[in-house]
């Protein structure tokens, strides 16, 4: 019943975009020692949900099914940022700002969760 509710439907939608979002900064920071690595990132909500793609599954190659990540996600890219002498790009201190950011992303969508239910609860009761 509340799943068809817009506001709920978004704030889903930032939840598992966030999720998405830190798992990608989870495997940067778990390859952060790996020789050629390139880090990766995600487009930020605001332009997901512009482009349409907050619900909808995207690809990021054609071979590719449409995964939970690409689904919860949209585009992931490679972070530009100077190659370390062994080839990597990812930087512990950049990949530990964003995962702050995305958890202020994924507080904000839960307290977007948590006011709508309260707002439902009060015109119920």
Same mark, same amino acid.
């Given at each position: 019943?509340?799943?068809?509710?817009?506001?709920? @439907?978004?704030?889903?939608?930032?939840?598992? $975009?966030?999720?998405?979002?830190?798992?990608?900064?989870?495997?940067?920071?778990?390859?952060?020692?790996?020789?050629?690595?390139?880090?990766?990132?995600? &487009?930020?909500?605001? &332009?997901?949900?512009?482009?349409?793609?907050? @619900?909808? /599954?995207?690809? @990021?190659? /054609?071979? $590719?099914?449409?995964?939970?990540?690409?689904?919860?996600?949209?585009?992931?890219?490679?972070? /530009?940022?100077?190659?370390? /002498?062994?080839?990597?790009?990812?930087?512990? &201190?950049?990949?530990?700002?964003?995962?702050?950011?995305?958890?202020?992303?994924?507080?904000?969508?839960?307290?977007?969760?948590? $006011?709508?239910?309260?707002?439902?609860?009060?015109?119920?009761?």
């Amino acid at each position: 019943m509340y799943q068809s509710l817009d506001l709920f @439907s978004t704030a889903f939608a930032m939840a598992r $975009h966030a999720s998405a979002r830190q798992a990608v900064v989870a495997g940067n920071m778990a390859n952060a020692d790996t020789p050629g690595y390139r880090a990766r990132a995600l &487009e930020e909500f605001s &332009e997901t949900l512009l482009q349409g793609q907050a @619900s909808a /599954p995207r690809r @990021s190659r /054609p071979g $590719h099914l449409a995964g939970a990540e690409t689904a919860a996600a949209g585009r992931i890219t490679l972070r /530009p940022g100077e190659a370390a /002498p062994n080839g990597n790009t990812v930087s512990v &201190e950049t990949e530990m700002m964003d995962a702050a950011r995305i958890q202020q992303q994924q507080s904000r969508a839960l307290a977007v969760y948590r $006011h709508a239910m309260g707002v439902i609860r009060s015109s119920l009761g």
